[in-house]
T-cell receptor
Framework: EAGVAQSPRYKIIEKRQSVAFWCNPI?????LYWYQQILGQGPKLLIQFQNNGVVDDSQLPKDRFSAERLKGVDSTLKIQPAKLEDSAVYLC?????????????FGQGTRLTVV | AQSVTQPDIHITVSEGASLELRCNYSYGATPYLFWYVQSPGQGLQLLLKYFSGDTLVQGIKGFEAEFKRSQSSFNLRKPSVHWSDAAEYFCAVGAPNNNDMRFGAGTRLTVKP
């Protein structure tokens, strides 16, 4: 079974530029998550989708971050414009269903460096 | 909202020694509890989880964890550490029925030969 796929693996941009990350969850997984992991910290949930609807985006900085999951499969996370403090690893995860709990599987992440 | 504290930022143990990583959580009811491991450049891998029932949970790679409600703790243990266990370990707490996991800051494990 293929895992959660993320691209790119690494990205370096200048502050005020825009960037987008892509995630393809495990086939059949209804729930998709985006986490931000700043160096030295644990992952922080940015947004959670159930199919193509948003379940929780309370910690997403909506002035600069946006995410979508069209057709309820793959997802993109965008930052526009980027700030230095956005340097982090962005992790995508998916799980079978959010009704009750099922295990979340994580991708390898995209490491973003903003200079 | 739920939260997690991992008091130890970095722990060093000798290969073959026992290991205990501490995790304390804050949540008003019985939480879902998890331990994940993250090796350099890798994604997070689930070691074990607690939802209900037996408070001593067995996981992969020889790890176990014990849920202690009275202490709001879910410490991870391994009787004999291997060099390949060197990694970052994260404790996470979830609220039932919403799949919203909150992670601790992590504990970095170094294994001495």
């Amino acid at each position: 079974e293929a895992g959660v796929a993320q691209s790119p693996r690494y990205k370096i941009i200048e502050k005020r530029q825009s960037v987008a990350f892509w995630c393809n969850p495990i086939s059949g997984h209804a729930t998709l998550y985006w986490y931000q992991q700043i160096l030295g910290q644990g992952p922080k949930l940015l947004i959670q989708f159930q199919n193509n609807g948003v379940v929780d985006d309370s910690q997403l900085p909506k002035d600069r971050f946006s995410a979508e999951r069209l057709k309820g499969v793959d997802s993109t996370l965008k930052i526009q414009p980027a700030k230095l403090e956005d340097s982090a690893v962005y992790l995508c995860a998916s799980s079978l269903d959010s009704a009750g709990y099922t295990e979340a599987f994580f991708g390898q992440g995209t490491r973003l460096t903003v200079v | 909202a739920q939260s997690v504290t991992q008091p130890d930022i970095h722990i060093t143990v000798s290969e073959g020694a026992s290991l205990e990583l501490r995790c304390n959580y804050s949540y008003g009811a019985t939480p879902y509890l998890f331990w994940y491991v993250q090796s350099p450049g890798q994604g997070l891998q689930l070691l074990l989880k607690y939802f209900s029932g037996d408070t001593l949970v067995q996981g992969i790679k020889g790890f176990e964890a014990e849920f202690k409600r009275s202490q709001s703790s879910f410490n991870l243990r391994k009787p004999s550490v291997h060099w390949s266990d060197a990694a970052e370990y994260f404790c996470a707490v979830g609220a039932p029925n919403n799949n919203d996991m909150r992670f601790g800051a992590g504990t970095r494990l170094t294994v001495k030969p």
